[in-house]
T-cell receptor, first 116, second 113 residues
């Protein structure tokens, strides 16, 4: 099982450039999340999705857009990268969050993004 | 709004000591789930435990134990007889009916010989 796969694993961008981070899961999970991790800040939720075709804002959505056109994929876009977006980005997915046994989130390996 | 507070930024212990990591949460939901995750130096996030709001039983798994108290909105994690391999950042997390999975800022545990 691949689980949750993030692409790419590392990237360096110049200020103003755009890019898309891809998250793919093969567990048929309904819920998917994008987080950023910065020193001392923990994991902060950027956007999330509760199902195919749906997205919602998290704690720190500014400067990012997302799409969930297919259930297995959740894309995070940076239209005009800024140095403040230098971070480690994690994608996660879960089957359910409020019922049953399978509520825990499974995480990808992370994407280290540097904006110069 | 929901919130998770991990007031301990960093803890250092000597191997074989017991250590407790604190987690305090806020939520208006009556149904919610609490989690603990471990992030070792390699960077991946490892699921440790899940607890729902209707189950206040404490849980023990080997050297790990968890104490959930709704009266104080706390979900604390204790490692007994710590080992160097326990060195990691530990995150407490919360989700409720809004489906947001909210994390605390984490506690870095350093276990030395």
């Amino acid at each position: 099982n691949a689980g949750v796969t993030q692409t790419p694993k590392f990237r360096v961008l110049k200020t103003g450039q755009s890019m898309t981070l891809l998250c793919a899961q093969d567990m048929n999970h309904e819920y998917m999340y994008w987080y950023r991790q910065d020193p001392g800040m923990g994991l902060r939720l950027i956007h999330y999705s509760v199902g195919e075709g749906t997205t919602a804002k998290g704690e720190v959505p500014d400067g990012y857009n997302v799409s969930r056109l297919k259930k297995q994929n959740f894309l995070l876009g940076l239209e005009s990268a800024a140095p403040s977006q230098t971070s480690v980005y994690f994608c996660a997915s879960s089957y359910s969050v409020t019922g049953g046994e399978n509520t825990e989130a499974f995480f990808g390996q992370g994407t280290r993004l540097t904006v110069v | 709004a929901q919130k998770v507070t991990q007031a301990q930024t960093e803890i250092s212990v000597v191997e074989k000591e017991d250590v407790t990591l604190d987690c305090v949460y806020e939520t208006r939901d009556t149904t919610y789930y609490l989690f603990w995750y471990k992030q070792p130096p390699s960077g991946e996030l490892v699921f440790l435990i899940r607890r729902n709001s209707f189950d206040e039983q404490n849980e023990i798994s080997g050297r790990y134990s968890w104490n959930f108290q709704k009266s104080t909105s706390s979900f604390n994690f204790t490692i007994t007889a710590s080992q160097v391999v326990d060195s990691a950042v530990y995150f407490c997390a919360l989700t409720g009916t809004a489906s947001k999975l909210t994390f605390g800022t984490g506690t870095r545990l350093q276990v030395t010989l």
